[in-house]
């Protein structure tokens, strides 16, 4: 239950929370990667629900990219549902660590990428960020863990607003891919039910209290803190890919 608050109150912030729950279930409780991966998907899904509704007053500049980027996150998702169904346990695992370097140093650098490729006046076009939330939404429904962190990271090359406007945004379209992938994971018996109770309840608790808390915090500081983490559960995961 602490970890889910904790997971989830950090996907509220800023996206990066699966960083925590998903290394406890696999290095600290010993659950195969997959069957790990799928039920985190569905526990956090209820904590995501409750961070949306807490960032709810933010939705006001940004509401209408949800509205736009609904379908492209929807399919997307459930296509990368579909890829994690049928990916061995082997590849995933070789995978992982590479997923979760990437989201990372998107967020550490997402600063300077956007200077470099736009320039400071220019912006992706509204049907690139379409396609830009598809392929995040693809990732998010074969790997949550770091989802938040590239869909924040996506959304600098073509939205307005602050980290936590951005935020808010992030949260109902998290909700979207959970929620899809959380039909087919349990349908396909991929979720340990009482883990994913546990997590639920912790989860559902810290989503909304940081939700709240999260927006009197300096955005920098925290963007830098979650993907310096997210770079050191990266060689956590090489390590034990390569080496154990």
């Known amino acids: 239950m602490g970890v889910g608050a904790l997971a989830s109150g950090i996907n ?9 729950s998903y290394p406890t279930l696999t290095l600290g409780m010993g659950i195969a990667d997959k069957i790990a991966n ?11 629900l409750a961070g ?21 996150t929807l399919l997307g998702s459930s296509l990368g ?25 998107l967020l550490m650098f997402q600063p300077r990428v956007k200077a470099f490729v736009l320039g400071p006046h220019r912006k992706v ?7 830009l939330q598809f392929l995040v939404s693809v990732y998010g429904g074969y ?5 938040g962190i590239m869909m924040l990271a996506s959304f600098a090359l073509y939205m307005e607003g602050t980290i936590h406007e951005l935020n808010a945004v992030k949260n ?12 087919l994971f349990i349908v396909k018996g991929m979720v340990i039910l009482d883990v994913a109770a546990a997590l639920i309840v912790g989860s559902v608790i810290g989503g909304f209290g940081a939700a ?29 890919a390569w080496f154990v």
């Not at 076009?125 to 396609?131: D, I």
């Not at 109902?172 to 039909?183: C, M, P, T």
């Not at 830098?224 to 559960?233: D, F, H, S, T």
């Open 38 to 48: 799928a039920t985190n998907s569905v526990a956090l899904w209820p904590g995501a």
């Open 12 to 20: 509220a912030v800023a996206g990066g929370g699966s960083l925590i």
């Open 81 to 105: 549902g579909w890829l994690l169904i049928i990916t061995s346990e082997e590849m995933f695992s070789f995978v992982v660590p590479w997923l979760i370097l990437l989201a990372a140093l």
């Open 212 to 240: 709240k808390v999260s927006q009197r915090f300096d955005p920098e500081k925290m963007r830098l803190a979650i993907a310096i983490y997210g770079v050191g559960m990266a060689a956590v995961y090489l390590y034990r």
């Open 172 to 183: 109902w379209l998290g909700l979207i891919i959970n929620f899809a992938v959380s039909v």
């Open 125 to 131: 076009s509204e049907p690139v960020g379409w396609l």
């Open 143 to 147: 790997f949550g863990a770091g989802m």
């Open 52 to 72: 949306a509704f807490g960032f709810l007053n933010l939705l006001k500049k940004t509401g209408h990219y949800f509205k736009t980027l609904f379908l492209p």
